[in-house]
């Protein structure tokens, strides 16, 4: 009997994965539950583990190649339920055919040869253009592609190193071209005197680091006025999905987190309802379990609005790219000594540059305005808690 | 123009032909009295009298050489099968008399014989087959499948007008489930001519008859995906426009050729073989079909359902050539 694996469903808002690698080959045994390939989805690793015991007879789709959900990905010839013992040996197996499946990569349809031919292309011209057909064929498509950016100049040179994007490079940048064709975004944004907080953060970090085993940062004191202020600017907690807007009920809060590869971007759930320790553990948590590269995909979906804090690079402006289909994002600057005008005098203040972008169609300047200075008043009269 | 379905645009054709010209006539089981299985002659009996709205005795091979017998003595005789699974009771009649008359003898056979054909009705075996293929095979002949009420009219006169003996092929599902604009005057379409009836940049879609609506149905669909299929209709199987089939082919580098008949020796076979041979420099990915397996059809709705092509299986195999 055989048993088909299908590209899963990881999360309601995934359509399509990636695999990323096989772990076993055809004509290797694998046992129920054992891990048989890694997918990507959202930019997110997965190992998918074998619905079945049996032998890998058919593998469909390559590594590298992207499938729509439930697409097969292979067969595997489950084992058969247990038979008498007789003296004749089991028959051997059919030798199955080997799938013709090495053809594609160093071959060459007759239509990209012939216009290969007419462009005067070499064979060595061929193998710089980027592929994008199945198991790594170059297509027609691919030829014009590299046709057309030949004649704009932007051809590579000699010398010059070509990299493919990685699948997260793709997935990233897909996700930023469509919120920037999508969303027209702008960007507001408000100056936060922070020194209450940092000596509060001063004072505290030592203790606060020992009682709940996480680093005390900016990041949760940001996070939880966010979400205070969120709830009272609900269309900034909100999806917009076509011509109407969702207002969630729930607050989740993504966090960027870059990595060397790329970002991406965690959800801290229901922020709202959480005290400051309790925001520091959890963000501490998704945020290391994000570079070791153990988030999973149900942990980067749900968010309905994203923090990026732009701190640890030393910047102090940016104008940041909406997470769609989410309605803001707020960018944060670093944090720095200026000196500030208070009364008459100029004293030295800890201050920081809120950068809020939003998504033009669904707000005006007027809303984001009042999001920031509701939280700016969240920063500014920050309270200790009670610890 | 008024809107009309496919089989009343046959019913116009016919009528149209036989109000203009005297030499056409009808020969059929069933088409005087009863009005035809389909009811496309009905009333023509009153209109036209007996003598050119005749009901013929259960015996295909023997009204189709009466007709052949007419066309070569000057008349148009149109030929209605009650179903096209019976067209191979007249086997010997259509391809060896009136395929070979006029090559052996100087003298064309100027006749149509309307085959109602094809599935998803739930009609079994007996009465749900596309034999155009077998008439393709046979020199001589010219065979015609339209897919539109327009082109149905079109093409029916068309084939009354030619010289040649007609295979017209007129698809049972689309008589009452095709509808569309049509003159109500007279106009013909020439045989010959594939018509493109969806432009497109990235695959070839060729097909024809009750297949063109699951094509531009799945064509549609691939659309929201950013992939433009052409759908190219042929309309006349023979003789077959190859020159439409190999300047969209050359276009867009990927084929995919559909029909409903057995995939085994179709048209599809044919379309396929021009192909690889007018232009393989052009193939950016191997030559596709999609097409009934290679058994009877069946009679439980279920299996019928999973023998005939469809929109979603026809969109499955356009996303598998669009990726490869």
Redesign the interface.
């Known amino acids: 009997m055989a048993i088909e694996v299908v590209m899963p469903q990881m999360g309601q808002s995934v359509a399509e994965g990636t695999v990323i690698q096989w772990l076993k080959q055809e004509g290797e045994r694998v046992e129920k539950d054992e891990a048989l390939l890694t997918i990507n989805t959202d930019k997110i690793d997965v190992e998918i583990p074998s619905p079945g015991a049996g032998t890998v007879s058919r593998i469909f789709v390559r590594d590298g ?1 992207t ?2 959900v439930g697409t097969p990905l292979a067969t595997i010839d489950a084992v058969e339920p247990e038979r008498p013992l007789t003296g004749t040996p089991a028959p051997a197996p059919p030798v199955e055919a080997a799938r013709v499946s090495e053809e594609t990569t160093h071959w060459y ?6 216009l290969a031919e007419q462009q005067g292309l070499k064979p060595s011209d061929l193998k710089k253009i980027r592929k994008t ?2 198991g790594d ?1 170059l ?3 691919d030829i014009l592609a590299y046709l057309e950016q030949r004649e704009t100049g932007a051809a590579p040179r000699a010398g010059d190193e070509v990299i493919p994007f990685t699948p997260m490079r793709r997935a990233i940048a897909e996700h930023m071209v469509r919120s920037k064709q999508t969303a027209p975004h702008a960007t507001a944004i408000i100056e936060v005197d922070m020194t209450a907080i940092a000596e509060f953060r001063e004072r505290e970090k030592v203790a606060f680091a020992e009682r709940w085993s996480s680093p005390l940062t900016f990041l949760p004191f940001i996070i939880q006025a966010t979400a205070s202020a969120l709830k009272g600017n609900p269309w900034l907690n909100a999806w917009a999905q076509g011509d109407r807007t969702v207002l969630k009920r729930e607050i989740n809060i993504g966090i960027a987190v870059a990595l060397a590869e790329g970002l991406i971007v965690p959800v801290l759930k229901r922020a709202d309802g959480l005290r400051l320790a309790e925001i520091a553990q959890q963000s501490d948590d998704l945020v290391r379990r994000v570079r070791e590269k153990r988030i999973t995909p149900m942990e980067v979906q749900e968010g309905t609005f994203t923090v990026n804090n732009l701190g640890a690079s030393g910047i102090l402006l940016a104008t940041p790219i909406i997470v769609q289909p989410q309605t803001g994002i707020l960018g944060i600057g670093a944090v720095t000594r200026r000196p500030i005008v208070v009364g008459d005098d100029v004293t030295i203040r800890s201050m920081a540059y809120f950068c809020l972008s939003f998504d033009h169609r669904v707000i005006d300047g007027t809303v984001a305005g009042q999001f920031l200075q509701e939280l700016k008043a969240g920063l500014e009269g920050f309270n200790p808690p009670r610890t | 123009m008024a809107e009309m379905t496919y089989l009343e645009a046959i019913r116009q054709a016919l009528w149209e032909e036989m109000d203009q010209d005297d030499r056409v006539f009808l020969l059929g089981e069933d088409i005087g009295t009863y009005g035809g299985a389909f009811k496309i002659t009905q009333g023509f009996l009153d209109k036209f009298g007996e003598d050119r709205v005749i009901d013929t005795p259960l015996a295909e091979s023997g009204f189709v050489g009466a007709a052949i017998g007419a066309a070569l003595v000057g008349m148009r005789p149109v030929v209605e099968m009650q179903f096209a699974d019976f067209i191979s009771c007249a086997f010997d009649q259509i391809v060896n008399m009136a395929a070979k008359h006029h090559y052996r003898l100087g003298e064309p056979v100027p006749m149509v014989i309307r085959a109602p054909y094809g599935g998803r009705l739930h009609a079994g075996p007996f009465h749900s087959q596309c034999p155009e293929a077998w008439f393709i095979h046979s020199p001589g002949l010219k065979v015609v499948a339209p897919a539109t009420p327009y082109d149905a009219k079109g093409l029916l006169k068309a084939s009354i007008r030619d010289l040649n003996p007609v295979i017209y092929c007129e698809h049972k599902y689309l008589y009452r489930h095709a509808k569309g604009e049509v003159p109500i005057d007279d106009y013909v379409l020439p045989l010959g001519e594939a018509d493109i009836k969806r432009e497109g940049t990235d695959i070839a879609l060729i097909t024809y008859g009750a297949m063109v609506q699951q094509a531009l149905e799945a064509a549609d669909e691939m659309s929201q995906q950013g992939i433009e299929v052409e759908v190219v209709d042929l309309r006349t199987l023979c003789p077959l426009d190859t020159d439409a089939i190999l300047a969209s082919v050359k276009k867009t580098g990927k084929v995919l050729i559909v029909h409903e008949a057995p995939q085994v020796c179709g048209i599809g076979a044919e379309i396929a073989g021009v192909i690889a041979q007018e232009a393989f420099h052009y193939l950016d990915a191997p030559v596709t079909r999609l097409a009934a397996p290679h058994t009877p059809v069946p009679f439980s709705p279920p299996l019928e359902d999973f023998y005939l092509p469809n929109a979603t299986k026809i969109a499955a195999k356009l996303k598998d050539l669009a990726s490869y």
């Open positions: 190649e499938v729509p349809s007759p239509a990209v040869l012939a057909g199945r064929r297509t027609k498509q």
